[in-house]
């Protein structure tokens, strides 16, 4: 069983930065996988950013690019998202995700996911 802790949520103004880390149980971290989700409220959950096992491939929603940044440290078992430029519009639970299959880029499904750490964005 994994389980997966976010961490690094709060409150902040438009304009400012946090960054988010999930710490991942289990030895098998480094051969998947990652992603971040978002849910604001009355939205579905949405796709964020990726980072392939290896951390040489990543891959960011439209919405994020050039704002945000996903990271990994495989001898920490955890990952990490750098918002910077945060806006209103950023507001939501943040989720972080494995990847359902080994040595990918999370293209597919994900299979274990944490649960959550909130991000408001003031205006």
């Known amino acids: 069983q994994v389980q997966l802790v976010e961490s690094g949520g709060g409150l902040v103004q438009a304009g400012g930065s946090l960054r988010l880390s999930c710490a991942a149980s289990?030895?098998?971290?480094?051969?998947?996988?990652m992603g971040w989700f978002r849910q604001a409220p009355g939205k579905e959950r949405e796709f964020v950013a990726r980072i392939s096992w290896s951390g040489g491939a990543t891959y960011y929603a439209n919405s994020v690019k050039g704002r945000f940044s996903i990271s990994r440290d495989n001898a920490k078992n955890t990952v990490y998202l750098q918002m910077n430029t945060l806006k209103p519009e950023d507001t939501a639970v943040y989720y972080c995700a494995r990847a359902a299959l080994r040595y990918g880029s999370g293209e597919g499904g994900y299979d274990y996911w944490g649960q959550g750490t909130q991000v408001t964005v003031s205006s």
């Open positions: 289990g030895r098998t971290f480094s051969t998947y996988a």
